[in-house]
Each structure stands twice: as C-alpha cells, then as structure tokens.
C-alpha cells in the first residue's frame, strides 16, 4: 500500500454566498492562508526532524534497518524480539544477502552412521608396470609382491575391469542404505596400490566391514563364487585374532545373499561347497585390523562363468548380493 503525504483536497459544501464579492475576496485570503499553514507546518516538521538526526555526533535516530547477514537459510523466518514461535520480521530485499549454504542432511537408512572399504581386486594398469607391482612386501607371515595384474577372460576382459565396476555399483548399493563408502581406488592411479597399502586404507578408516572384489582364474570346468576368511595369524605386523570371528560372520551372510541373488552356486573345487575358504597368505586380509572377507566371484577362464561376469546385468545382481550381505552382517 502507497502512503500518499499530499494535503487533502478543499472541501466542499461552502456557506459563503457567492453574490457578496467582499466576503468573496475575504474567503479567497482565508482559503490561501489556510492552503499555507499545513505545508508551513510540515516544513517546520523536515527541519526538526534533519536538526535531530545531525545532532548527538551526526548519529541518526531512525528505526533500525533490519540484519543484512541472516544465518537462516531460505524458508525460516527472523522471530521479533519477544514474539513468540511463528511471528517473523520483514527484511527488504536490498538489505538481504545470500544465506550459507545448509548443512547436508544425515544419512538415513539401515547402515547411517557406518562405514565400509571396497577395494577393487587389482588396476588395469598393473600390465603396464610390472616391474613396480613385483616389489616384495611384508605381509605378515612371509614377503610377496605388492599387487599382481589379475586374470582376465579367455576373451581378454580384465579381472581389474570387472572388479572396478561391480565395486562402483556396490558403493551405489551401500550409500542407498545410509553407509559411508571408501574405495581403496578407482583406477585414478597408474597402478596398485599394493596391498599393504590396501590393508592400511580400511584399517585408517575404521572400516565397520571391508570387501575385496577378485574372481577367480583357474581351469576351465571349476565353477562358482567362495569367500575368502582370514586364518588365526600372529606374526610381524599381521595379528588377525581379533577380526577372525566376525570376518567369518560377514563371509556367510555374503555367501548366502551372493547366492540367492546372482543364482550363481558356491565353487565346486574347493571350500567343500560351503563357498568359504581360509587362508593365511593374503596380506590384504593378514594386515587387516576391521572385520574383512575376499570374494571370488566366479571363475573367469570357465565359458559359462565368463558369460555372467561380462554381463552388465549379473555384475549388477553380484553387486546387490554382496550389498545385502554387508547390511545382514551390520545389522541393517
């Protein structure tokens, strides 16, 4: 709404008889001095009001404009001083500027709050520099190299490949469930890490559950998945008793899950068709401090594995299955 300061308009209905010029002349002054008084009387007005507002060192005395730096963020309003909830002060646009950004929201679902490591078996790039991946590392219970290529299809797709990209889908699947995912990479380096380096990724982060993603390179014939479980070891840096039980616990609701979702069987060449192996000669599992399992996936030099672990599709589903099997064991 407009605030119009103008003075009002004469008014009408005037008694004055127009046939008598004298009173005529004497309303004429009456009316222009009368005109006068109200803007002598509002200049009177400007001139105490700029007299005030130079006095008391030049300080004016209007109404506060309002806060310029609001720390609200867009949609909640300033409460007056002692208004109560739901009472708010307009700010003019030219007082304003742009609020911080909020803060982002919680993670919500089943595994807010956790944390899990996926590590990518292998890099692509380990075909390249050989010489680098074959430097002995301490892993524990012996020395072996730092990384290795990995296997590939008879076809030529690399385990790495397969790894990386079940590996993304798999973070996918955890952040939907609320977890904070870590990768040990994502092929943005020209090799490794070497496994140590691996170990010492989910150990730094206080993983709650690690992964690592691998398949299988054997004789064609020998089919299907198996985990892979720490063993009790106690030697130079690798001290697994403490990671030992609930590793086991996480292998088995992986394998259950892997199972059911990918329709893919537990191997029929080891683990005695439980689909669980242990073993003591893996540094990724010997250096590990958090609860930690291998999976092989399948095996890649078999045809009728191949053809599931070059599909899209069942590295999709193997990506849910190890998913589910993280949020079992986490309680999710």
């Not at 400007?46 to 005030?52: I, K, M, P, S, V």
């Amino acid at each position: 709404m407009r605030n119009d300061n103008s003075p009002p308009p004469p008014e009408s209905g005037s008694s004055i008889d127009p046939h008598r010029p004298w009173f005529t002349r004497r309303s004429t002054l009456v009316v222009g001095v009368a005109a006068l008084a109200p803007a002598a009387l509002a200049g009177w007005v400007l001139t105490q009001a700029f007299a005030a507002g130079s006095g008391a060192g030049g300080q004016s005395h209007s109404a506060p404009r309002p806060a310029s730096h609001s720390t609200l963020s867009p949609g909640q309003r300033d409460a007056k001083p002692g208004s109560t909830t739901g009472e708010s002060a307009t700010t003019s646009p030219s007082a304003s500027t742009s609020t911080p950004a909020a803060a982002p929201a919680p993670a919500k679902g089943p595994l807010a709050g956790r944390t899990v490591v996926v590590d990518p078996g292998h890099n692509a790039g380990n075909f390249e520099h050989t010489e680098e991946i074959d430097q002995q590392v301490d892993i524990g219970t012996n020395r072996k190299e730092c990384d290795t290529t990995g296997t590939t299809t008879n076809a030529g797709y690399k385990e790495a490949d397969f790894t990386l990209d079940v590996s993304l889908r798999l973070r996918t699947a955890l952040e939907a469930q609320g977890a904070k995912v870590v990768l040990t990479h994502q092929a943005d380096r020209p090799w490794g890490p070497c496994i140590t380096e691996r170990a010492r990724i989910g150990n730094e982060a206080k993983a709650d559950a690690v992964v690592s993603v691998h398949a299988d390179g054997v004789s064609a014939g020998n089919r299907g998945f198996h985990i892979i479980l720490p063993a009790k070891v106690k030697s130079g840096a690798a001290d697994t008793a403490k990671i030992v039980e609930p590793s086991r616990q996480l292998g088995e609701r992986i394998a259950g899950n892997f199972a059911r979702t990918t329709g893919s069987a537990p191997a029929n060449y080891l683990g005695g068709g439980t689909g669980l192996v242990v073993r003591d000669d893996l540094g990724g599992l010997n250096l590990s401090t958090q609860p930690k399992v291998f999976i092989e996936c399948g095996n890649m030099r078999d045809a009728k594995d191949a053809a599931q672990l070059t599909s899209p599709e069942w590295r999709q589903k193997a990506a849910q299955g190890i998913a589910d099997g993280i949020v079992g064991f986490l309680g999710g």
